[in-house]
């Protein structure tokens, strides 16, 4: 069966912009989380989405935010985005009590 | 934080068995133990999982303490493509399936030596 398939795998923005990053869990899988990886902070938890519904929240700013469709497809949305948010952004989706299964990421360079 | 530690790095030879070993002296009755891999660059691949019995599939073993509060993770034989990091992580499954977020620590970076 299809993986978590993540999109763009690539982006590069400048400053002050707003991005949005997509993700499409596994088919029948309704739960979705999202990761941000980098060298000074590791992988850090973002948000977990289930049934359309954030369930879990990690300790970012407002800026980041996120939504999940009827179809359990999610997005996230950084604005205003700083030098600081340049990360691979990992997208994880997961049936009920199974292990995460994550995507490939997309790697975000904030210029 | 991280309810786990690791060490930072090991190194196995090609086609021994890689011990990676756990400490959570913290976990509860109810936390399950995750192991998962990051191959550089790729997203975190699921290895296995257990809450208290020991466990193994086709990837690799699973031995929990009888006290809880250690693992190790075991490749039997580990190839060069063995080579990751890998994350120790306890984890709640909630009442109904519904989970908790992972919490990753630095990992153990293993690297598999020809």
């Known amino acids: 069966k299809a993986g978590v398939t993540q999109t763009p795998r690539y982006l590069i923005k400048t400053r002050g912009q707003q991005v949005t990053l997509s993700c499409s869990p596994i088919?029948?899988?309704?739960?979705v989380s999202w990761y941000q990886q980098t060298p000074g902070q590791g992988l850090q938890f973002l948000f977990e989405?289930?049934?359309?519904?954030?369930?879990n929240k990690g300790n970012f700013p407002g800026r980041f935010s996120g939504r999940q469709f009827s179809n359990s497809r999610s997005e996230m949305n950084v604005s205003t985005l700083e030098l600081g948010d340049s990360a691979l952004y990992l997208c994880?989706?997961?049936?009920?009590?199974?292990?995460?299964?994550f995507g490939s990421g997309t790697r975000l360079t904030v210029v | 934080d991280a309810k786990t530690t690791q060490p930072t790095s090991m190194d196995c030879a090609e086609g021994r068995a890689a011990n990676l070993p756990c400490n959570h002296s913290?976990?509860?009755?109810?936390?399950?133990v995750y192991w998962y891999r990051q191959i550089h660059s790729q997203g975190p691949q699921y290895i296995i999982h257990?809450?208290?019995n020991n466990e193994t599939n086709e990837m690799a073993s699973l031995i929990i303490t009888e006290d809880r509060k250690s693992s190790t993770l075991i490749l039997p034989h580990a190839t060069l493509r063995d080579t990751a990091v890998y994350y120790c992580i306890v984890r709640v499954v909630l009442a109904g399936g519904a989970t908790n977020k992972l919490i990753f620590g630095t990992g153990t970076l293993l690297a598999v030596q020809p």
């Open positions: 913290t976990i509860s009755g109810n936390e399950y």
């Open positions: 994880a989706s997961s049936s009920l009590g199974d292990g995460y299964t």
């Open positions: 088919s029948g899988h309704r739960s």
């Open positions: 257990g809450l208290k």
């Open positions: 989405y289930f049934s359309e519904t954030q369930r």
